[in-house]
């Protein structure tokens, strides 16, 4: 099987970090560490105030930019906890979202309230794909949390990439972080605290890998193979002998047409079997998205890498589609992320789109996480 990463869409700062031209930001990333270090100097001796709400909070985030899993997490949990029967609402900052109210409401629960511009990506596409659990947007999360509560008759707050927002208080933190690292198409151990290693801009780290101490769970995902697994969790014991660890892959469960899933036409990730796949996606670990595909049993994938939370325009459906003929592909294969973008752009186009659903499981410590987070809910 052929897998063709297409890197020349990727950002200025990817560009940068495979050059030699990398030294020139090293002094940026020094006062990077350092505004970090302060900011948690400031919340650890209580100058900065942390701001609680009148029930529990979980916390989902990580310390990596993209692609370590956390909103296929914060999914996975609020779906759990739904089904405990626990009444659930979810809080995102809606990064990159064009709205001027302070917070906005997605999702009611019943229906999804405003387009992808308006709430951003990942809250989108939670609307569009969780039921009667709340979505709510917002920079400042307490004051999202308030209206939240106000609004809706919920027991939990999942706070969705909150990690670094330590201005709201939690009960749990839960931390994702990627088991493994992709070179071409085979996992290999690496240390799995970004790639490269350092933090912003020179590397990928928002924080020093020993703020995974913070943590109260660590959630190990995307990890799919033995001998990266086993590395992982190795070094993430040296640096948080304390925190519950446990492993977690990302299961396909399903294709559906590009333009809607409520049609309820599904159908079998076996479709892919033998299948020439042009994999298009705009995330922030596409190599990610290409082993999964790759563990479908196509006969070949070929990836259109475009750079996280990518805005698609025309120009984008035009190379999508010559990179599709190019590539004499049977499919096109985007993600849940991508696909409310895609299908304004080419889902009216005469082109085989399909989109991958895949649900986060947990393959280890599944009976531990579900007692942790009763706990902090009802307090038993």
């Not at 190599?287 to 070929?302: G, H, M, Q, Y």
Request: hydrophobic letters at 40%; a neutral charge; charged letters at 20%.
């Amino acid at each position: 099987m052929k897998s063709t990463h297409t890197r020349d869409l990727a950002s200025l700062q990817q560009r940068l970090l495979t050059t030699p031209l990398r030294v020139l930001l090293i002094p940026f990333s020094w006062l990077y560490a350092a505004s970090v270090w302060v900011r948690n100097q400031l919340y650890a001796h209580g100058v900065f105030r942390v701001r609680t709400l009148p029930c529990p909070v979980i916390s989902v985030g990580n310390i990596v930019v993209g692609g370590t899993g956390k909103t296929p997490t914060v999914i996975a949990i609020a779906r759990h906890l739904q089904r405990e029967g626990v009444r659930v609402a979810i809080l995102s900052r809606g990064y990159k979202r064009h709205a001027r109210e302070k917070v906005t409401i997605v999702s009611d629960g019943k229906k999804v309230c405003v387009s992808p511009r308006e709430s951003g990506d990942e809250a989108h596409m939670m609307a569009t794909h969780l039921n009667d659990i709340p979505i709510v947007v917002g920079r400042q999360r307490y004051l999202a949390g308030r209206v939240a509560l106000a609004r809706f008759n919920v027991d939990v707050l999942l706070l969705d990439d909150g990690y670094q927002h330590r201005q709201l208080g939690r009960d749990v933190d839960i931390l994702t972080v990627p088991a493994h690292s992709i070179v071409g198409l085979q996992a290999v151990p690496k240390y799995p605290f970004g790639s490269p290693e350092g933090l912003l801009p020179v590397g990928t780290l928002r924080e020093p890998p020993t703020a995974i101490r913070r943590a109260d769970i660590i959630l190990l995902t995307h990890a799919d193979a033995p001998n990266v697994s086993v590395y992982a969790k190795k070094a993430v014991e040296e640096l948080a002998p304390n925190a519950l660890i446990l492993e977690s892959i990302h299961q396909p469960t399903h294709l559906y047409p590009l333009i809607s899933e409520d049609s309820g036409e599904q159908t079998s990730i076996k479709e892919l079997q033998g299948k020439r796949l042009l994999a298009v996606c705009g995330i922030g670990d596409p190599e990610a998205f290409v082993i999964t595909l790759s563990r479908c049993s196509p006969e070949r994938v070929e990836l259109l890498a475009f750079p996280d939370h990518h805005v698609y325009m025309e120009a984008d459906g035009e190379q999508i589609c010559t990179a599709f003929h190019a590539a004499k592909a049977d499919l096109i294969v985007t993600t849940q992320k991508d696909e409310q973008k895609l299908a304004g752009l080419i889902g009216h186009q005469q082109l085989p789109v399909v989109v991958l659903a895949v649900a986060l499981v947990v393959t280890e410590g599944d009976e531990k996480l579900t007692e942790v987070l009763l706990t902090s809910v009802r307090g038993v």
